[in-house]
């Protein structure tokens, strides 16, 4: 069983940065991709980045790519999302997730994740 929990979100100035962070428990954190969700208001949840259970492989949304980095570290059994050069199209509620396969390119499809957490508000400001 892994529980996640998210942290960090808040307002920004657009072309600023944040840092989210989700704090995870559980055994078998190491062994899990996790991914960031987000979804804003009358839209449909999106991917925004993902990372394999070493770190040694991510993937990032077009719309992310080169501002947002994920990273994580498994001994403080945290995943980090660091959100840079931030637009108003950013605003959402950002979803840290858990799971799938452990070999692989992390997923991208939020069906592939089995846990949850319960999401962190960020709003950019013009």
């Known amino acids: 069983q892994v529980q996640l929990v998210e942290s960090g979100g808040g307002l920004v100035q657009a072309g600023g940065s944040l840092r989210l962070s989700c704090a995870a428990s559980?055994?078998?954190?190491?062994?899990?991709?996790m991914g960031w969700f987000r979804q804003a208001p009358g839209k449909e949840r999106e991917f925004v980045a993902a990372?394999?259970?070493?770190?040694?492989?991510?993937r990032y949304a077009n719309s992310v790519k080169g501002r947002f980095t994920i990273s994580r570290d498994n001994p403080l059994i945290t995943v980090y999302l660091q959100m840079n050069s931030m637009n108003i199209e950013d605003s959402a509620v950002y979803y840290c997730?858990?799971?799938?396969?452990?070999?692989?390119?992390?997923?991208?499809?939020?069906?592939?994740?089995?846990?949850w957490g319960q999401g962190t508000q960020v709003t950019v400001s013009s």
């Open positions: 559980g055994r078998t954190f190491s062994t899990y991709p």
């Open positions: 990372i394999n259970w070493s770190g040694s492989s991510t």
């Open positions: 997730a858990a799971g799938g396969s452990r070999w692989g390119a992390p997923p991208v499809d939020d069906y592939a994740y089995e846990y």
